[in-house]
């Protein structure tokens, strides 16, 4: 019976620890999706937006929207929207770190 007490315990002890470092990779794993996003977002206002300007047509809402997402829980589908984007108008991709 003292075994039994002693491995529950045991186990009420690892599964917090485990769900701790589980999310810690989980953040740092957003972060690095965060800035590759923030870095897509750069390079379509450079490359694809700036020459927009100049020819008076307006960027398309869903990446409006998707550049604003980059911090959000939707990084996700905000990467995969600029990459879309940018790879319709034939712009190299930023590196990813």
């Known amino acids: 019976m003292k075994t039994l007490k002693i491995l529950i315990a045991s ?3 690892i599964f917090p620890a ?3 470092a589980q999310s810690a990779g989980d953040s740092a794993q957003s972060a690095g999706n965060s800035t590759y996003c923030t870095a897509l977002s750069h390079q379509y206002q450079k490359y694809v937006a700036g020459s927009n300007d ?9 990446v409006a929207v998707a550049m604003g ?7 996700t589908w905000a ?4 990459e879309k984007a940018l790879t319709d108008e034939r712009i190299k991709l930023p590196p990813r770190t």
Request: aromatic share 4%.
């Open 11 to 13: 186990i009420g002890l």
């Open 18 to 20: 485990a769900a701790f």
């Open 54 to 62: 100049k020819s008076g047509n307006e960027m398309p809402g869903e």
């Open 69 to 75: 997402s980059c911090a959000s829980s939707n990084v």
């Open 79 to 82: 990467i995969a929207t600029l």
